[in-house]
């Protein structure tokens, strides 16, 4: 009988350059799983053991001893349901640190990752000594006005300020505070592509002014179309820094062409029974998507009366009608109130929402024709998390770029615990 320890399973997987999906689909698993085995919940059988150590025998790394489990350590602040992380695990990086305050997300965080894991609430009641050193600092911020009132009395009195004045009240300011206190190799933010025009620009103004100058960051910045990898025009901007001058630069990035991205095809369930129905998404032989999903005759009748009244006004508000060969618009936390901006044709019937599985495959989460993400909550919940995520093929391929910068400035590198591991491979 052979019995992997949880530390042997993440060794053996981090050896071979596989990320936990990857593993997952090689053993004929899901993601879960893997997570359980890592997390101590449950022990591979031993005829999984025997699959995993072929494995390694045949990638030709013979004995696994003394493996380094991570590149360089990070921290994953206004978390969501996990969309950065998965994008820098996948390269490397061990998380640390997890901030959210949302009650229902970190029900999904947990389900998805360790489940030992502490998750911080509010980062505003968070201390900085509280958080651990780390080499990378993640953070999907949301977006808030500063006010102008302190640095005008500032200003007015010949005061000198820093970055406390213009962005205390903010949720920024708590991004900046453990920046300052920590000094990281590096930083990646995600927020909405507005937040370059808010209040006139003034917004994006003062943070990259406190990144650059109050803090001593070198900051590179770019909007990315997630329509790149996903079927959804979904913009966002993206800030990244470095506190030693490097060659990394967003624009620098090598992005697949957005025209020619996947349509909804890729994610769509596809009702024919090549995928196994999933309660409450889809059911029956041929997992057809459940009648649930299907609009109500009032709800399309006033979604198509409401375009026409703003057709007729000659705005551009209105229901957003896609087939298998679209693209969509982008998803949003507000999804669930009525599922405007993606609805699906159906032949005979009124058009359907998208299912939260498919919300999870439009973001990245899944791949298509898979289910490894787990969503424990209400269909409510699940498309306000979907709709708040960030779309995370996006963030791998940052991570693809970024991450060698950051393993290679890594302040702590010495101090990650090792994985020893017991036994040989013969």
């Known amino acids: 009988m052979i019995t992997l320890k949880p530390a042997e399973v993440r060794s053996y997987r981090e050896h071979l350059d596989l990320t936990q999906e990857e593993l997952a689909s090689r053993l004929g698993r899901t993601r879960r799983t893997v997570i359980r085995w890592e997390s101590g919940e449950t022990t591979p059988s031993t005829a999984t053991a025997m699959v995993l150590q072929q494995l390694v025998r045949e990638s030709g790394l013979g004995e696994l001893n003394g493996y380094r489990p991570g590149h360089f350590t990070f921290i994953d602040l206004f978390a969501g349901i996990g969309g950065m992380r998965l994008g820098f695990e996948r390269r490397g990086g061990r998380c640390v640190y997890t901030s959210e305050w949302d009650r229902f997300s970190r029900q999904t965080y947990r389900a998805n990752f360790p489940p030992e894991e502490q998750i911080a609430g509010d980062i505003r009641e968070v201390r900085t000594t509280d958080v651990p050193q780390h080499d990378l600092l993640l953070a999907g911020f949301p977006c808030q ?37 920590h000094e990281p190799a590096a930083f990646l933010l995600e927020n909405v592509k507005h937040l370059q025009n808010h209040d006139r620009g003034r917004t994006m103004h003062v943070i990259l002014r406190t990144l650059e ?5 070198h900051v590179t910045t770019r909007v990315i179309d997630a329509r790149s ?107 669930y109130k009525d599922g405007s901006e993606i609805l699906i044709r159906q032949d005979g019937a009124n058009p359907r929402r998208l299912t939260p599985r498919e919300c999870a495959r439009l973001m990245g989460f899944d791949a298509p024709g898979q289910s490894l993400f787990e969503i424990p909550v209400s269909d409510t919940q699940a498309y306000k998390q979907f709709g708040n995520a960030v779309a995370v093929p996006v963030v791998d391929a940052i991570a693809r770029a970024m991450a060698p910068h950051v393993a290679s400035r890594a302040s702590n590198q010495d101090q990650l615990s090792l994985f020893p591991v017991s036994g040989r491979f013969d």
């Open 145 to 181: 006005p500063f006010s102008l009132a302190g640095v005008s009395k500032k200003n007015s009195l010949g005061r000198p300020h820093g970055f406390a004045d213009e962005t205390q009240g903010t949720l920024f300011f708590d991004i900046a505070r453990i920046l300052r206190d």
């Open 213 to 217: 100058e109050e803090l001593g960051y």
């Open 229 to 335: 990898f996903l079927p959804q025009h979904r913009q966002r901007v993206f800030i990244a820094g470095f506190r030693e001058d490097t060659d990394f630069d967003l624009k620098d990035l090598d992005l697949p062409d957005p025209t020619k991205g996947p349509r909804l095809d890729s994610v769509l369930h596809p009702e024919d029974g090549s995928e196994e129905a999933e309660s409450p998404y889809t059911t029956g032989e041929s997992a057809v998507v459940s009648a649930k999903y299907t609009l109500s005759d009032h709800l399309w009748s006033y979604l198509q009366e409401y375009a026409r009244k703003h057709r007729e006004r000659g705005n551009g508000f209105g229901f957003g009608l896609v087939g298998r060969e679209d693209t969509a618009r982008t998803l949003s936390a507000r999804y």
